[in-house]
């Protein structure tokens, strides 16, 4: 079993967002994701979609931070009055434990639940990481993806307790 990676959560300083936007130029990380905005490099839709997400009062943002770099980012939004869990970590960072890490100090500090997530269905590591922690599948879906220029099936999973 792996060791515990240690990351920071940390509330989301302006100059974050440079680097939240670096890490979405990412073509492998868009395809992961699936979605996202249809042209990643649009500076401007990511500052509106950025701009609403700071400014929803319901929304909770954290850094993650990993050896004092800015590793990605986690939120929990409300999505038809159901908290939302959602994640993003630069793909040089993957497979190191470091997004799995801030998963748990999510979980940790967040504890309202139910809690949801949505995951592409070949997002296997996404996968992996929310079944580890009790998420279990409760739906599926399909919408359009912009990533991917076509419909995407994902997983809607829950964490009851």
């Not at 909770?60 to 409300?78: C, M, P, Q, W």
Request: charged content about 25%; hydrophobic content about 45%; aromatic content about 10%.
């Amino acid at each position: 079993m792996r060791e515990a990676v240690t990351v920071q959560l940390r509330p989301l300083q302006p100059e974050d967002l440079d680097q939240f936007f670096e890490h979405q130029q990412d073509p492998e990380a868009n395809l992961m994701a699936a979605f996202t905005a249809r042209n990643p490099a649009d500076r401007g839709v990511f500052n509106h979609h950025w701009g609403a997400i700071l400014n929803d009062p319901k929304v909770i943002v954290r850094t993650i931070e990993h050896d004092g770099e800015v590793a990605g980012s986690i939120l929990v939004f409300e999505n038809e009055s159901i908290p939302e869990i959602s994640f993003w970590t630069a793909s040089r960072y993957w497979g190191q434990g470091i997004t799995t890490s801030a998963v748990d100090a999510f979980l940790a500090e967040y504890t309202a639940r139910p809690l949801r997530a949505r995951v592409p269905q070949d997002n296997i590591g996404s996968i992996k990481i929310l079944e580890r922690r009790g998420f279990k599948v409760i739906e599926e879906s399909a919408d359009f993806s912009n990533a991917r220029a076509a419909v995407v099936k994902e997983f809607i999973m829950e964490l009851a307790k």
